[in-house]
């Protein structure tokens, strides 16, 4: 593995997608792409398990903040 990728999301379901498509259709480095959700409750977490399974999806059950979320995907 080459790069971690290491996304923080909270209620970025309009977003996200186009994310990680961006970062899934980047070529020239190996990489692993992880979302930390900081409990959603805009279907961001659904969206990402059924169109992105490549990716290592973390739901957290409360907001952790970003730095905690972070320190998640280590």
Do not use: W
């Not at 593995?1 to 209620?11: D, F, G, K, L, W």
């Not at 409750?41 to 969206?47: A, C, I, K, Y």
């Amino acid at each position: 593995m080459e790069v971690s990728i290491i996304i923080v999301s909270y209620n970025t379901a309009h977003l996200i997608a186009d994310c990680l498509k961006s970062v899934q259709n980047s070529s020239g480095v190996e990489k692993e792409i992880f979302v930390v959700d900081n409990a959603s409750s805009d279907n961001s977490v659904e969206l990402i398990a059924a169109r992105f399974p490549a990716v290592k999806l973390l739901a957290n059950k409360d907001n952790k903040g970003f730095g905690a979320a972070n320190n998640q995907a280590c």
